[in-house]
């Protein structure tokens, strides 16, 4: 199901150009626009819902949600990251950062990573 005005769904549609790295059935990953690392992409699910909370409430959530999980560690290895190491975040609501309203995985890497984050 996709959502009129929201941005990954208007990227999955082509109404919105990207940098695309990879794709399937279920799954894009492109480029995030603002990269806050050398490598910096974005793995998003085909299907509009709103956070990883919705995603988990629906039939066979777990099993799509690892799969975004799967996908992610797959182009962090595809992209040289395995050994040195990389990070995935899912922004989660307002209080979590959340800014675009479609489920969302970071994949980051290629530089040294700090903790706390912001
Ligand atoms: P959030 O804050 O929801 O976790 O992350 C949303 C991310 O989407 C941000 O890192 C932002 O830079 C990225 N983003 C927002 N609009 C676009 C867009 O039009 N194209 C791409 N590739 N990324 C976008
Ligand atoms: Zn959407």
Not at 8 to 36: H, M, W
Not at 43 to 53: G, K
Not at 68 to 91: C, K, W, Y
């Amino acid at each position: 199901m996709n959502e009129p005005s929201c941005v990954f769904c208007r990227i999955l549609r082509g109404e919105i150009p990207s940098q695309k790295l990879y794709e399937d059935d279920a799954t894009i990953v492109v480029r995030d626009v603002n990269p806050q690392a050398p490598l910096h992409v974005l793995v998003v699910p085909r299907e509009h819902v709103q956070d990883i909370a919705g995603a988990l409430q629906r039939q066979g959530g777990e099993e799509r949600v690892g799969k975004l999980f799967s996908t992610a560690v797959r182009i962090a290895a595809d992209q040289g990251l395995a050994a040195g190491g990389f990070r995935l975040v899912v922004n989660t609501g307002s209080d979590g950062g959340q800014t675009v309203g479609h489920l969302h995985l970071h994949l980051m890497g290629g530089r040294q990573m700090t903790w706390p984050p912001g």
